[in-house]
């Protein structure tokens, strides 16, 4: 009698497994367009103190952000109206915002090369004993290749400008 329990129990247990695997699709991996890993000589509480606050970071950007105005808030939908040091501007959504993994997700609203379908450009920190904190920051576009070509060279450059940003302000002690 246990046996034959025992044997529609594990049965009822595999036809559930097999239906709810049928109902999930399978999960897509998600392919990265930049993905940089840097290593700063600095705590992981140090350098989220620094850049937690994405309305700030014209602070850290070296001159080539003058200035950020903001709506919204972190715990909803921060839109950021940044102006550059070329005098160019654009408007940015923090769209995640998870400080309890240290992990940021924004994208470009407006303006968009044409032909762009979907952006993101989000870093994460990750503590290193002994080594001090891994900046993880990555970008993902999608759309026509001229389109994303113009988009991927100005997120990159302004990834490379955060980072610089981050490194001189760690050395500076701010």
Not at 21 to 40: C, F, N, P, Y
Not at 41 to 58: Q, R, Y
Not at 161 to 167: K, R, S, W
Request: glycine share 6%; net charge positive.
């Amino acid at each position: 009698m246990k046996r034959k329990i025992s044997l529609l129990l594990l049965a009822g247990l595999f036809i559930i497994n097999e239906c709810a695997s049928a109902q999930m699709g399978e999960a897509k991996k998600m392919v990265l367009d930049v993905d940089t890993t840097v290593m700063l000589n600095a705590s992981l509480s140090k350098v989220w103190k620094l850049i937690k606050d994405p309305a700030k970071w014209n602070e850290i950007s070296n001159g080539y952000i003058t200035r950020i105005e903001t709506s919204g808030d972190l715990q909803s939908t921060l839109e950021r109206n940044i102006t550059f040091a070329d005098g160019t501007t654009r408007t940015d959504e923090v769209t995640q915002f998870t400080p309890q993994y240290y992990f940021i997700v924004s994208k470009v609203k407006s303006p968009l090369p044409k032909g762009i379908s979907e952006n993101i450009y989000m870093f994460s920190l990750q503590a290193e004993p002994g080594a001090g904190t891994r900046m993880k920051y990555s970008i993902k576009v999608d759309g026509d290749a001229e389109g994303k070509q113009q988009l991927l060279e100005t997120l990159k450059k302004d990834m490379n400008a955060f980072i610089h940003g981050v490194q001189k302000a760690l050395e500076s002690g701010s």
